[in-house]
């Protein structure tokens, strides 16, 4: 994965998400977000989704800019992958209806074809007893993989999580982060914004600190916990290990 973003801005009335954000990474298959709440990682994410538009500022992934105007946009959506922090699921349809339903509807493929793709991504996460269950009968882990095979599902460019376990008990957060360790193990090119430290320094190629809307320091995970540079880093790591 590739990624350059470059004098990033976004604000919201008087509030700068961003607040002329850069940060570039290559040769890298996972970078992680740290930061605290309201710093501007969800804005980010939004953005490289192709679901927020900036204010200012470029981004560009694999070297293929991101342009915001709504055709691009619209194929851009269908190469990424997105796990947001409260599932999004269909309540009325059954975990194999809410994987096939993105394959038909915007990516093209029959029924019976999105049903095998559907049935693999749930085998994939030892999900295929489930299949038939709709997302109230399924625990918080269990609708947060199926998120992530949704996402999955389509063979997205790239995937993008938004802390895919906030709202999670300790014991349901483990089973979906070992989910996203396994995508890392696989090679899979993801942004992920987590509060989960030690996950961070476990799974990330680079992590970047991004607070008051930019990126305080970005680097590989051991220089970044062992050895932090920038005085905003210290603060954050100190309040939160």
Do not use: C
């Not at 801005?9 to 700068?16: D, E, L, T």
């Not at 093209?108 to 997302?135: C, N, V, W, Y």
């Amino acid at each position: 994965m590739k990624l350059e973003v470059t004098h990033l801005s976004r604000a919201f009335g008087s509030h700068k998400a961003l607040d002329g954000l850069s940060l570039a990474i290559e040769n890298a298959h996972s970078l992680v977000l740290v930061g605290p709440s309201g710093g501007g990682k969800s804005t980010l994410l939004r953005i490289l989704a192709g679901l927020e538009t900036p204010d200012s500022g470029t981004v560009a992934i694999n070297d293929v800019p991101l342009l915001f105007d709504e055709p691009q946009l619209l194929q851009h959506r269908r190469r990424i992958g997105v796990v947001f922090q409260a599932f999004n699921l269909f309540p009325h349809l059954s975990a194999l209806e809410n994987i096939t339903l993105p394959l038909t509807a915007v990516h093209g493929h029959t029924r019976s074809e999105a049903q095998d793709i559907a049935m693999e991504q749930l085998r994939r996460f030892q999900l295929e007893a489930k299949a038939a269950q709709k997302p109230a009968a399924l625990s918080g882990g269990q609708r947060q993989r199926i998120a992530i095979a949704r996402a999955l599902a389509v063979q997205p460019q790239m995937l993008l999580l938004d802390e895919p376990t906030s709202a999670l008990d300790p014991s349901m957060t483990a089973e979906v982060l070992e989910t996203i360790a396994l995508l890392r193990d696989q090679g899979r090119d993801f942004v992920l914004a987590t509060h989960e430290m030690s996950f961070a320094r476990r799974v990330a190629d680079r992590i970047a600190l991004v607070s008051n809307g930019r990126v305080a320091e970005l680097s590989e995970p051991g220089p970044f916990f062992d050895t932090p540079i920038s005085p905003v880093t210290r603060e954050f790591l100190a309040k939160v290990v």
